[in-house]
């Protein structure tokens, strides 16, 4: 999906928590398997200027990595992902994250983890960047909703689950066959709409349209 990377790297400023202080929240992980290993973070509440400003460093270089020219190398990328969910996890811990763009950055970070506690991490970060950006003074992130839909529905499809939204798609054996991932009938397009994410009809085209640019190449 490199048009919303490509998106959320251009809207990241876009959305900065307001001023003072706010009591922080700490979330607990099972992810002792994941790389790096995963325990305890903290969502902050105050304004971290230098940590924002890393952050965003960190997004622009995972956005970066997506984005070409030419072929990508993706075990260079897979290395470079630890090496920034490393960084990102630090200020995790540190709990100096505090703004709808540095939860949406994270989660973009995690969301390229490599069990499922980074997809419920991910999925988390998104729905705090969803609250933070609810908050007085302000603003919401414009694709936290997005991003939230995409991580949560690729956290239910690492517990075997099907997926909400309708985000996820896979391609089926050695040649070019994409398919969206097996989701939930009982989702509406109005539930998908709220989160930014097309109705139903366009997902499975979607595949279809994968499908033939892989074939084309």
């Known amino acids: 999906m490199k048009r919303w990377w ?14 003072g202080h706010r009591t922080p929240v700490t979330v607990t992980l099972q992810g002792a398997n994941c790389t790096p ?8 509440m105050t304004f971290d200027a230098a940590a924002s400003a890393q952050m965003a460093d960190i997004f622009a270089s ?10 990508i190398d993706w075990e260079t990328v897979a290395r470079e ?16 994250l505090s703004t709808p763009a540095d939860f949406v950055g994270a989660a973009f970070l995690f969301q390229h983890g490599d069990c499922p506690a980074a997809y419920e991490l991910a999925s988390k970060l998104a729905a705090q960047a969803i609250a933070a950006g609810e908050r ?29 939204y309708g985000t996820q798609y896979l391609r089926v ?39 033939a640019e892989c074939a084309s190449r």
């Open 136 to 164: 007085p003074g302000s603003s919401p992130h414009p694709i936290a909703r997005w991003i939230y839909a995409a991580t949560y529905d690729r956290w239910q499809r690492s517990l075997g689950q099907p997926q909400k």
């Open 6 to 19: 490509l998106l959320g790297l251009a809207l990241f400023s876009l959305a900065n928590a307001g001023g």
């Open 173 to 211: 054996g050695e040649g070019c066959n994409y398919r969206l991932e097996p989701y939930d009938p009982a989702t509406t397009d109005a539930e998908r709409a709220a989160y930014g994410v097309p109705p139903l009809e366009e997902a499975l085209a979607q595949a279809e349209q994968f499908t």
């Open 37 to 44: 290993a995963l325990g305890t973070v903290t969502f902050g």
């Open 81 to 96: 992902d630890r090496e920034r969910r490393e960084q990102t996890l630090k200020l995790l811990q540190s709990g100096r």
């Open 62 to 71: 995972d956005q970066a990595a997506r984005s070409g020219p030419g072929a």
